[in-house]
């Protein structure tokens, strides 16, 4: 099914209150250990203190055959730069899709897109920890990573619906080893492999989506 491409803005809002403060979900950390994490409540404000940075910009924007916009990563330093061009896009009770292969750059590009809203600590993979919650400019923004699921409704007994239903941004790796019970996306970012680079396409999936995509800055003409 071909989706639709555009960009996008945020007006964020305080998310409501919920009645488990933790949750503790059973993660896989190996095909034999197993260890429990206790995954923070939606809300949390984990940082404290934040910093701006300079924003850097993709410019060469082609677009791919489903007409999909689509930008060339050749290096780090480019991923990191299409996130920072996507903060526009962010807001409120969005789900966002990130797509690719293990060492695509889906990591690289949630660092790009906090250090653009401003975010100035630690950016870690959330392999391990199925969550890793960030608070930053009047947003909270949930980045979970779902490769060690072996069962979808370990997203049920870890409690992780209900970052779903509050006011964050929910961005997602791996979202089908959670299907069905992952909510469905609202735009998703395809990361995959060209040459010694990456090739990067936006795909909007909603209306939704397609509103927040045509604010981001690397699908302005």
Known sequence: MAGHIIHLTVAPGREPG?????????????????????????????QG????????????????????????LPDETATRALGASLTPAMEAGLTVYLRGDLGAGKTTLVRGLLEGLGHCGAVRSP??????????????????????????????????????????????EWPDLAAPFVPPADFEIRLEPEGDGRRASLV???QRGRTCLSRAHPLQK
């Open 127 to 172: 392999t391990y920890t199925l969550i890793e919650p960030y608070s930053v400019s009047n947003l909270n923004l949930y980045h979970f990573d779902f490769y060690r699921f072996t069962d979808p409704e370990e997203f049920l007994d870890a409690g992780l619906e209900e970052y779903f239903t509050g006011g964050g941004v929910c961005l997602v």
């Open 204 to 206: 909007a999936l909603t």
């Open 18 to 46: 919920l009645k488990r403060l933790a949750r503790t979900a059973e993660i896989h950390s190996g095909d034999t250990h197993r260890r429990k994490t206790e995954l923070p409540p939606p809300g949390f404000d984990p």
């Open 49 to 72: 203190e934040c910093c701006t940075i300079r924003r850097r910009f993709v410019t060469e924007i082609k677009h791919a055959p489903d007409d999909s916009p689509s930008c060339t």
